[in-house]
């Protein structure tokens, strides 16, 4: 990849926002032409149009736009990290890579204080942050929509990821991704702008 695309990233891409975030988004991985090439989640690729305008709307982003690691963008109270750390291989990542990444991904979510909120977008985010807590899968059964208590007020919430394939098929629409956030805001004590 680097060398068809030697201005890309091309490495491993690291968490971006607010450290002391109350909502942790754990998505699959970075995407091809997206975070590999910008270095920063949901960064320059169609999954962060519907992301990064929904946080924006939430009260969550400076901007609804995200095009460069470059841009003027922040994160306010919120944080995005992905399960798979580098672009996988065919674009989706293999159970030896989520495995391989769950040390950094556990870190990530250690960092969630008492009372927040985790949104794993999609069942590969569900399964490897359930992996990375030492959670067992079939205590917390991955849903669109699902709010699962992790006891210290903690939560983690279920969405369909916001890809072009599901967002274009009708699977997500941008009412069910607002309903998340809205189950979302409500444990946080928090509405929509």
């Known amino acids: 990849m680097r060398a068809a695309h030697p201005e890309y990233h091309c490495r491993p891409v690291p968490p971006f926002g607010d450290p002391q975030a109350r909502l942790l988004i754990v998505g699959l991985a970075p995407g091809m032409h997206g975070a590999n090439a910008t270095g920063r989640p949901f960064t320059g690729d169609f999954a962060g149009i519907l992301l990064y305008e929904t ?58 204080p008492e009372g927040g909120a985790i949104l794993a977008l999609g069942r590969i985010a569900h399964e490897g942050t359930l992996d990375a807590l030492r959670l067992r899968r079939r205590d917390f059964v991955f849903a669109h929509g699902a709010a699962h208590d992790l006891g210290k007020g903690r939560a983690l919430f279920d969405s369909y990821h916001c890809s072009r394939y599901n967002t274009n098929t009708g699977r997500l629409t941008p009412a069910m991704f607002r309903s998340v956030f809205d189950a979302i805001g409500e444990h946080l004590g928090k509405r929509a702008s």
């Open 55 to 112: 946080l924006h709307a939430y009260g969550y982003a400076s901007s609804p736009l995200s095009r460069t690691q470059h841009d003027p963008l922040t994160l306010r109270d919120c944080r995005i990290t992905n399960a798979v750390k580098c672009l996988p291989p065919g674009n989706k990542p293999v159970p030896g890579e989520v495995r391989n990444c769950r040390p950094y991904l556990a870190a990530d979510l250690a960092t969630l």
